[in-house]
């Protein structure tokens, strides 16, 4: 049922679940805000109303209203810019940054501060008018991909709101009361010693600084000036349509091109797709899949790209490991390729060779830490960086982003196929591994590569799939509450699935917790998908085992697919979580 409501004398009908937030937003009026985020997709908003920003007149009642938490109603007459308002937001972040450091300039969220900006936009210049105790905590680095700052917490309250419905991970909860409340950890234990997945999502929501992801610029910046060192780069698909956004360019623009001139430019000695090991993948992962499926092996068989969603499977389900597939995550296989096959041909000692991966999550930045991720005592990735710490590299070599000339990916591992550049987006390494494995079990050629019905952006969605006159059953989950789900389903023996893909982040990759803030703006992660989707029909090839480059690789080195060679080099093993060492 829709309303008819006033703001700031314009006339609108609305529906009559909106909040008078949403309601001035439709109107073209911006009411600032801190602590309010509507999920859409995933049906989950944050209206604690705590931050006491959006505050408004309505007509009829005496005193302000959070415009957040405030439904409209029939007739409603709203102001949001009267004296009184403004006054009132402006006390409100005074009274916020009167507990707030002030080391803006240095902080890790310079210019990407929802506080900052808002303090900007309201005019806060000089002295504050209020005074008075400081939040004093210890800071928590303890994990190699989340730093916790609590003395920049606002107590909005986002980061819960994704930890514990959304993500169902339970990690992060307000304790305490008054002045003394803070968000942490049970019993206020370290990240590191938690079930936390890593995933990141309180990161991408945290209007400050409060969370931020660990840095790694400096040791990759010591590793390119070091001459002792071959520095090797790669980026993976989500990279490149998100990037571009941290140089004012439109959500979704696809600026391969650019990025790997950038990178040359930074000094790294070779530029690697990871999209030729997102095809590499699919080879290892279509062929377990196929041999599980014709020689009674465990089913539902997971995807195992993701590294939160691995932390979250070895912490939360410890029983249900055998369902996951071994394969590595496609920058951990490239990193292995790189220091075996490349290494040899290039006759490089792999001891001189750093492997540095560009990617849009900050679970890889924990994932490469992992003992059973190396071989020959040598990690096969040295370090991560996300997209928004290649961001700062490229600004501070003085780069022109949007003026660089578009530059190639080196061979012998930059070839790729539109498979590849799909599995940025949630349903997209299903749909590459189902345009391979497809065309192996039935003998036949794949014509219709565009899965539609696994693409989009609801939690959990089902198909099935003809194969030889039996129906295959799959289905994809974003989010790691819509994967609890699947996994609950499989606990009971409810679940008849030969097939699962799992993603732990919102939309899949593309809106991983190391991307732009997307600060749950749904709309942003969904243009980068259709650029995806969009670079995928562009290509020449557009299934994995087309690769050339890919067949040449186990013809030279890797052996048959899923082959001895092929296991030694690109596969893993899980542990439940307390069996964990890094």
């Known amino acids: 049922m829709d309303v008819n409501i006033k703001i700031n004398g314009i006339g609108l009908t609305v529906p009559s679940e909106y909040n008078v937030l949403e309601a001035a937003h439709l109107a073209g009026i911006n009411i600032p805000s801190l602590c309010y985020m509507n999920l859409q997709d995933m049906n989950v908003t944050n209206h604690v ?312 999550c900050v679970a890889k930045k924990y994932e490469v830490s992992r003992s059973e991720l190396s071989q020959d005592q040598m990690q096969n990735v040295d370090y991560v960086l996300t997209t928004r710490e290649l961001a700062m590299m490229i600004n501070e070599a003085g780069m022109d982003f949007n003026e660089l000339e578009d530059g190639e990916f080196d061979s012998p591992l930059g070839e790729s196929t539109g498979a590849a550049v799909i599995f940025g987006a949630t349903g997209g390494v299903m749909e590459a591994a189902l345009r391979t494995a497809y065309g192996w079990l039935t003998g036949t050629v794949l014509e219709n590569l565009e899965m539609t019905q696994l693409r989009g952006f609801k939690g959990i969605r089902e198909a099935s799939i003809s194969i030889n006159g039996d129906d295959v059953k799959i289905a994809i989950a974003h989010g790691l509450g819509n994967a609890r789900k699947l996994l609950e389903d499989i606990h009971k023996e409810k679940s008849d699935y030969a097939l699962i893909e799992v993603m732990a982040c919102p939309g899949g990759c593309i809106g991983g917790a190391g991307q732009p803030y997307h600060h749950g703006d749904s709309e942003l992660i969904k243009k980068r998908a259709h650029a995806l989707y969009r670079a995928d029909q562009e290509m020449a090839k557009r299934k994995s085992h087309e690769n050339k480059d890919i067949l040449k690789l186990y013809h030279d080195f890797l052996g048959e697919f899923y082959g001895e060679k092929a296991h030694e080099v690109l596969h893993t093993h899980y542990l439940a979580k307390k069996e964990i060492k890094c």
């Open 49 to 360: 109303a705590s931050c006491r920003v959006c505050m408004v007149e309505i007509e009829g009642k005496r005193n302000l209203a959070p415009a957040c938490s405030t439904a409209v109603s029939e007739g409603m007459v709203i102001r949001t810019n009267t004296e009184r308002a403004r006054k009132a937001r402006r006390t409100s972040v005074e009274l916020l940054l009167s507990d707030h450091p002030s080391d803006c300039l240095v902080c890790e969220k310079n210019q990407k501060c929802d506080l900052q900006k808002i303090a900007a936009d309201l005019g806060i210049r000089g002295q504050l008018h209020y005074q008075g105790e400081m939040s004093s905590y210890q800071k928590d680095v303890s994990s190699q991909s989340i730093v916790r700052n609590p003395d920049k917490c606002i107590l909005c309250r986002r980061c819960e709101t994704m930890c514990n419905e959304v993500q169902t991970c339970g990690i992060l909860s307000a304790v305490d009361r008054g002045f003394k409340t803070i968000v942490r950890p049970t019993f206020g234990l370290p990240l590191a010693e938690t079930m936390c997945t890593f995933c990141g999502q309180c990161v991408a929501v945290c209007p400050t600084g409060a969370l931020t992801e660990v840095n790694s610029i400096p040791e990759v910046w010591d590793a390119i000036n070091n001459p002792d060192k071959y520095v090797v780069v790669q980026t993976a698909p989500a990279v490149r349509v998100a990037l571009g956004e941290e140089f004012g360019l439109e959500a979704g623009s696809n600026v391969t091109g650019e990025m790997v001139t950038a990178l040359r430019k930074l000094g790294f000695d070779k530029v690697f797709d990871t999209d030729f090991a997102a095809d590499l993948t699919i080879i290892e992962e279509a062929s377990e899949f196929v041999h599980r499926l014709q020689h009674g092996g465990k089913l539902p068989m997971i995807t195992s790209c993701c590294p939160a969603w691995i932390n979250f499977i070895e912490s939360q389900f410890p029983d249900l490991l055998d369902n996951p597939s071994t394969c590595k995550s496609p920058h951990e296989m490239m990193g292995a390729v790189i220091k075996t096959y490349y290494a040899e041909k290039m006759k490089i000692a792999p001891e001189k060779i750093v492997v540095v991966s560009i990617m849009p």
